[in-house]
């Protein structure tokens, strides 16, 4: 059973920085892609950003430029950097894996505030 767990929400003032981690129970580089997604309370789920087996990444235009999606492999972590935050930017975010089976983790909450 592949298992992931998110870590590394909190709390953090606009303009802030927060780096999320996401530990696999087997190597990252198994899966097919990964990706961050988010909700906010109220609203409906959405894509962060993703990362390809082979590294290639994409991100939502609403955090392109503020947020990097990286992956170790050896480590089985996937990790999302989000630098500049925005109030909006508050949310649960969930670590997300596709290989034949698509996987989530719990959550973690992140909370952009002043």
């Known amino acids: 059973q592949v298992q992931l767990v998110e870590s590394g929400g909190g709390y953090v003032q606009p303009g802030g920085s927060l780096r999320l981690s996401c530990a696999a129970s087997?190597?990252?580089?198994?899966?097919?892609?990964m990706g961050w997604y988010r909700q906010a309370p109220g609203k409906e789920r959405e894509l962060v950003a993703t990362?390809?087996?082979?590294?290639?990444?994409n991100h939502a235009d609403s955090v392109r430029g503020r947020f990097t999606i990286s992956k170790d492999n050896a480590k089985k972590t996937l990790y999302l950097q989000m630098n500049s935050l925005k109030p909006d930017d508050t949310a649960v975010y969930y670590c997300?894996?596709?290989?034949?089976?698509?996987?989530w983790g719990q959550g973690t909450q992140v909370t952009v505030s002043s």
């Open positions: 087997i190597n990252v580089g198994y899966f097919n892609a």
């Open positions: 990362i390809t087996s082979s590294g290639k990444t």
């Open positions: 997300n894996a596709i290989n034949t089976n698509v996987y």
